[in-house]
């Protein structure tokens, strides 16, 4: 792995205005650069469900646009986490699995498991509809207005598994009057990257009806190689389409019909062996280098003496000899009706219908070498439907703001799994002890009812009281079976069902001093609450169920403009206490292979800040800095952490102390037309990538990105670009594990250096 280090001094330059202060949210205007006389463009947010600026909305938000996306040269969601502190969005930590399902921490809390029928810790909302699954969560961006990350639970207006925070996803809104626009994006880079992107708005009816699609087609080669086949991974597939429809029936009373689909079909992103394991080989790798390996070599042209282990590692490559079936694919789409009636100029009335429908078939390698120790073919069916009602306004001549809702949740999914473990053993010597893989068929459904409401009283002018609640009541049904498909599907597990319910109340008090148009303070106590659920059986239990999640979090913060709005400085602290945490570990399977067996592991303290700023120094110059601090430790253990060798001192996986990201941006109208330089750097400290593994630890390193465009003066609607990620084409790992079972470790790469020319003309 390259060594890289931080320049420091450029950071000192950048962040010594911070260093005093204590903490909170982005305040980036990420529109196009205002002028100086106008200073930092607003934003507007709903992350409070209704619009406001975001320099008025208290809470830790980050919000980017749609034209700050592209100013950076974002593709796909999980590279937020590079222009935002103390929020990591990444890959599933399961290496070559679901490479489109995200796992996400916010300020150290999240998880990394993508598992059917785990509920993320950190939600994401399209245009208001909540994601059930992370499967295909790490989004292609297109037709995007802008992208809102909210720290810290969000446990009353957002209520359900957005314990840690929520991710918000807007896209733009049909016009209902002017003149029709459209946008089309061209991109080439290296590993044969080739993306279309393609937007359309325009109004029907003037004034009536407004209607815009977007297409978008993202592929790419990919950079990962498998030796044995000769096959390519961590390639892209993906097609993206969406539409709406947006009536105005009457005065105040407004339908926005909306739809998706997105396919892909992908390889797989590649892992690799990163070194064996200390000490004797495990008894059942011992048995498959005995018996079956021998007869493997022959059949796949291996050298005689050939066995499982060390031999096959390739640590810090983007390579592996890995040779079982890869895929990972998915269909997903839906459709959601929003009806808004503005009942008089002081109350408001909402309405979210959606429905939505996943498929995906993942197959994985887990063993990364050509042999068939550990590989599994999945294929998940999933369907939520999801109703929420809201009644919004203001009161006594406004001193009073509203917001009060019923939602209604429903999900049904199903697992159809086959896992090879030790494969070919079995087929040898023809042993009952010898069938290990099983086919383990899954059913599920959730069902979640909640009322919720938020007020917001003005005491006096310029002081606000906050007062939030939710009542939130889950109800889960889980059914498995585990069956030995080489014994003609014998039962190994007896067909289970589970069954469990929970009642939350995440109350929520803030208050909210604007002793000026300039500055807002603020200081909130608020709690989060994420549904327990069910673990698939292991070798020596039955599916077990597992606890709630419980966050309570003290957050103090200030929002400040200056110098005529020419400098932005958010700052806010937190103090948590995590409740019950879900751990994810790798335990024995059914018959000796491996499953992911989340229990609940104990709780946490977890403290630190954000600060953010934005200069606009000089009119075209641009500079943000934003720097993120959270320690966490376990304040007390469960009977099942401390046997999977967590210790108070254990770190939470996926948490570096620090995370700083600075940017640049300079644009420049010349002669010949208008060109626009941004860089942005993103470095995070040391962090565990494992739960209680040593050997996971993943060295502090620092990402740079670029972007620079060109959009002449004689052809205005056409810009030429070109932007690169990890400029300096640094090694790190996304997932590492020592694999106990296998005698190895197992390690999955982050993306190289990636390049791209793009061409984008608007009309």
């Known amino acids: 792995m390259q060594n890289q280090r931080l320049p420091l001094a450029s950071l000192a330059a950048l962040s010594l205005g911070l260093i005093a202060t204590e903490a909170h949210a982005q305040a980036e205007a990420t529109t196009a650069a205002a002028s100086a006389d106008q200073g930092i463009a607003e934003i507007i947010v709903t992350a409070q469900r209704r619009e406001e600026r975001l320099q008025d909305t208290p809470i830790s938000v980050a919000a980017i646009s749609g034209e700050g996306l592209l100013e950076r040269g974002v593709t796909n969601l999980k590279t937020i986490t590079n222009f935002v502190p103390n929020v990591e969005l990444t890959t599933t930590n399961r290496p070559t699995a679901g490479g489109a399902a995200y796992a996400a921490w916010i300020r150290g ?40 990350v909210l720290r810290g639970p969000q446990g009353t207006l957002y209520g359900r598994n957005t314990i840690g925070g929520a991710v918000n996803v807007v896209t733009t809104n049909p016009k209902l009057s002017g003149d029709a626009e459209g946008r089309i994006t061209a991109r080439a880079g290296n590993y044969g990257r080739a993306d279309l992107v393609t937007t359309f708005n325009t109004p029907l009816v003037e004034d009536r009806i407004g209607l815009k699609l977007s297409a978008s087609y993202f592929s790419s080669d990919g950079y990962g190689r498998r030796i044995f086949t000769g096959e390519r991974t961590n390639d892209e597939d993906r097609l993206v389409l969406r539409g709406g429809l947006l009536f105005r029936l009457a005065d105040g009373l407004t339908l926005d019909v909306r739809g998706d689909y997105s396919r892909q079909r992908n390889t797989g992103s590649v892992a690799q062996i990163a070194a064996q394991l200390p000490g004797a080989t495990p008894a059942l790798v011992a048995r498959f280098n005995t018996i079956a390996a021998p007869v493997q070599n022959a059949q796949l042209g291996l050298a ?16 592996s000899f890995s040779a079982s079936p890869l895929q990972d694919d998915y269909d997903i789409g839906g459709g959601q009706a929003t009806l808004a009636w503005d009942l008089s100029d002081d109350i408001a009335v909402k309405s979210i219908t959606a429905y939505r429908k996943l498929h995906t078939r993942i197959q994985v390698d887990g063993d990364n070498s050509p042999y068939t ?17 809201q009644v919004s306004g203001q009161l006594f001549d406004d001193r009073v703001k509203f917001l009060a809702g019923l939602y209604y949740f429903n999900e049904t999914g199903t697992s159809d799994k086959t896992s090879f473990s030790f ?15 099983t086919f383990t068929a899954q059913r599920y459904r959730a069902r979640s009812y909640a009322a919720f409401t938020q007020e917001d009283i003005t005491l006096v002018d310029g002081l ?4 939030g609640a939710r009542i939130n009541h889950d109800e889960k049904d889980f059914t498995v079976q585990v069956t030995l498909p080489q014994r003609g599907g014998v039962t190994q597990v007896p067909l289970q069902t589970r069954r469990a319910s929970w009642t939350s109340f995440t109350p929520r008090v803030g208050l909210n001093w604007k002793p000026n148009a ?22 020596t239990m039955a599916a077990p169920i597992y606890d709630p999640e419980k966050l309570r979090t003290f957050e103090l913060g200030a929002k400040t403009q200056w110098f005529d709005n020419r400098l932005t400085v958010n700052v806010a602290g937190f103090l948590s206490k995590w409740r019950d945490i879900q751990l994810n570990v790798i335990v024995p399977g059914p018959t000796g292979g491996v499953v992911n067996l989340t229990s609940n592991g104990g709780s946490a303290k977890l403290y630190g800040f954000e600060a953010e700023l934005v200069a606009q120094p000089v009119r075209g110059l641009r500079l943000n800095l934003g720097l993120g601090y959270t320690h966490n430790e376990f304040t007390d253990l469960a009977a099942g952490a401390v046997t999977a060798g967590i210790t108070l001192g254990t770190k939470l996986p996926h948490v570096p102390e620090w995370s700083i990201t600075p940017g640049i941006q300079y644009e420049a109208d010349t002669g010949i037309g208008r060109f626009l330089l941004r860089s942005d750097l993103s470095y995070r400290s040391n962090q565990f990538l494992t739960i209680a593994d040593p050997v996971s630890i993943q060295k502090a390193y620092a990402l740079l990105s670029a972007r620079l465009s060109f959009t002449p003066r004689a052809f205005p609607s056409l810009e030429l670009g070109i932007e690169g990620s990890n400029l300096t084409d640094h090694r ?14 197992i390690s999955q790469p982050g993306d190289p250096r990636m390049v791209s020319a793009t061409a984008t003309l608007r009309f």
């Open 518 to 539: 300039d500055t807002l303070i603020y200081g909130s106590w608020s709690n989060g609450f994420k549904s327990g659920g069910f673990s698939n059986p292991t070798a």
């Open 304 to 319: 005689a003496g050939s066995v499982y282990g060390g031999a096959f590692a390739l640590p810090g490559t983007y390579r």
């Open 373 to 389: 120790i550990s590989t599994t073919n999945e294929t998940i069916h999933d369907e939520q439907f999801s109703q929420e009602l």
């Open 464 to 467: 606000e009281l906050s007062l």
């Open 423 to 437: 494969h070919g053993v079995y087929e040898i010597t023809g042993l009952a002890s010898d069938a290990r893989d």
């Open 109 to 148: 809390v999240g998880t990394g498991d993508y598992a059917f029928p785990t509920d993320p810790g950190i939600g994401i909302y399209v245009d208001g509809v909540y994601l059930a699954r992370t499967l295909g969560g790490l989004l292609s961006v297109a037709d995007i207005e802008r992208i809102e």
């Open 732 to 745: 790190y790992l996304v997932y590492h594990q020592q694999a106990a079972i296998f005698g190895v470790e």
